[in-house]
C-alpha cells in the first residue's frame, strides 16, 4: 500500500492539537467558541427527533413482532439484503392445529366440526394479521429506519465535522493570542546598552520574527473562521430539514393508524361471523351460553362503564338500555322466574349498579353472583341471583366466568 507520510504526519498533528483544545475546554484552561442560539436550538431539536424515533421504532418493532429471535433474523437478512422468508403467524398455526386436530378426533363430532369451523377463523384472523405487518412494515418502520440509517447519519456526520472546524477555530484564536502576547513582549524590553549591542540587534530580530508570527496566526485565523461558517451554514440547512422529516412522519403515522384500524375491524368482523355460526351450529346443544356471549360481544373491561366500546360503530351508551323496549315488565315477573336446569353461569360484577325499580337487581363491584336468560328477553339483560334476591342485570356490567 501506498501511503503519503507527510499526509498521514500532518493529519496526525491535527488530530493532537484538537485533543489539546478540547481537553483544555474541559478543564476550563482555554476559550470555546459558542455556537449561535438558533443553530444550539436546532441541534437540540434534532437530538430530541432522533432519541424519539428511535424509541418508536424499536417498539413498533417489539409490538409487530414480539418474538425477539425473529427479530434478529429479520435484521440478519435486511442486512445481507435478502428477501426476508414468509412466516406463519400464530393464529394460522394455531388454525393448523385445531383442524388436524379435528380429524383424529372426527370431523362429524360436534366438537370435531367446532374446531374446524374455529380452525377456519383463526386462519383468516392470521391472514388480517400479515397484511396489518406487511402494511406497516412499509407504511411506517421503513420510513423511520431511512430517517435513522440515512438522514441522522448524514447529519451527525456534519455535525462532526463542524465540531472540527470549531476546534480549528479556537486553536487559531489562542495561537494568535500567544504570538501578539509574545510580540508585545519583545517590543517593550529592548537592550539598549552599549556593552551588549548584540542582545539588541537579538530583541530587535525576535521582535521582527514574532510580528511574521502574527500575520501568520492572523492568516490562519481568517481561513479557519471562513471554513467554520460555511460549515455552520450546511449544518444549519440540514437541521432544519427535521422539520420535513416530521411532516414525512406525520403522514406516515396516520397511514399506520389507518392499517391498524382495519385491522381490528377486520378481526372483530371475524370473530362476529364465528359467533354466529357457533350460535347457529351449537344453538340447541349450548341455548344459553352462545347467545350470552353474542351479547357481549365487544365489551371492554375498563375501569368504568364509559370506557366500553365496540367496533366498528358509535361506543356503546354509557348507561344499559331500558328493558321495556324489549321486554314490558308487566310480562316479566321476576318472582315467577325459575333458573333453567342447565345454562347457569357465574358472574362478575364489573361496576356498581342501582336498580331503577323493582325488577331489577342492585350490584356492588367484584361480587359474584348467577347469571341466566329466558326466553324473550331483551339480550343485553340477565337475570341474576344473589341468595335470596333476584332481578334483571345488564350484561355489560358483568364479567362472565363459566
Not at 499526509?7 to 455556537?35: I, M, N, P, W
Not at 321476576?334 to 337487581?361: C, M, N, Q
Request: charged share 25%; proline share 5%; net charge negative.
Amino acid at each position: 500500500m501506498d501511503f503519503n507520510v507527510k499526509k498521514l504526519a500532518s493529519d496526525a498533528g491535527v488530530f493532537f492539537t484538537r485533543a489539546v483544545q478540547y481537553t483544555e475546554e474541559k478543564l476550563g484552561q482555554a476559550e470555546k467558541t459558542e455556537l449561535d442560539a438558533h443553530l444550539e436550538n436546532l441541534i437540540a431539536r434534532a437530538d430530541c427527533t432522533k432519541n424519539w424515533t428511535e424509541k418508536i421504532f424499536r417498539q413498533t418493532e417489539v409490538l409487530l413482532q414480539p418474538n425477539p429471535s425473529a427479530r434478529i433474523e429479520e435484521f440478519f437478512y435486511e442486512k445481507l439484503d435478502r428477501k426476508i422468508p414468509s412466516r406463519t403467524t400464530n393464529a394460522e398455526l394455531l388454525g393448523q392445529y385445531m383442524q388436524d386436530a379435528a380429524k383424529e378426533f372426527g370431523p362429524g363430532t360436534p366438537y370435531g366440526s367446532t374446531l374446524i369451523t374455529v380452525g377456519e377463523f383463526q386462519k383468516r384472523l392470521g391472514g388480517a394479521e400479515r397484511d396489518f405487518l406487511h402494511t406497516s412494515a412499509i407504511n411506517f418502520l421503513t420510513p423511520l429506519r431511512n430517517f435513522l440509517e440515512g438522514d441522522w447519519k448524514t447529519i451527525s456526520k456534519e455535525r462532526r465535522l463542524l465540531e472540527n472546524r470549531r476546534l480549528d477555530l479556537d486553536v487559531c484564536k489562542a495561537r494568535l493570542k500567544k504570538a501578539k502576547s509574545a510580540e508585545a513582549k519583545a517590543a517593550a524590553a529592548p537592550d539598549f546598552q552599549e556593552t551588549r549591542p548584540r542582545n539588541y540587534v537579538l530583541s530587535a530580530s525576535a521582535s521582527a520574527l514574532w510580528s511574521e508570527e502574527v500575520d501568520k496566526a492572523e492568516h490562519e485565523l481568517r481561513v479557519a473562521q471562513t471554513e467554520f461558517d460555511r460549515q455552520a451554514e450546511v449544518t444549519r440547512l440540514l437541521l432544519e430539514g427535521i422539520s420535513s422529516t416530521h411532516v414525512n412522519h406525520l403522514r406516515c403515522l396516520h397511514e399506520f393508524v389507518e392499517a391498524q384500524a382495519a385491522y381490528y375491524v377486520q378481526c372483530h368482523k371475524h370473530m362476529q361471523d364465528l359467533q354466529k355460526e357457533l350460535s347457529s351450529a351449537n344453538g340447541d346443544t349450548f341455548p344459553n351460553a352462545f347467545a350470552v356471549n353474542a351479547s357481549t360481544s365487544g365489551v371492554s373491561t375498563g375501569s368504568s362503564p364509559h370506557s366500553i366500546a365496540t367496533l366498528p360503530g358509535p361506543s356503546s351508551p354509557s348507561h344499559p338500555p331500558n328493558p321495556s323496549n324489549a321486554l314490558e315488565s308487566s310480562t316479566l315477573k321476576i318472582e315467577e322466574v325459575k333458573p333453567p336446569a342447565t345454562g347457569t353461569r357465574k358472574a362478575k360484577v364489573l361496576y356498581d349498579y342501582d336498580a331503577a325499580d323493582s325488577s331489577e337487581l342492585s350490584l356492588l363491584s367484584d361480587e359474584l353472583i348467577t347469571v341466566y336468560t329466558v326466553p324473550g328477553m331483551d339480550p343485553d339483560w340477565l337475570i341474576g341471583e344473589r341468595g335470596n334476591q333476584k332481578g334483571k342485570v345488564p350484561v355489560t356490567y358483568l364479567e362472565l366466568l363459566s
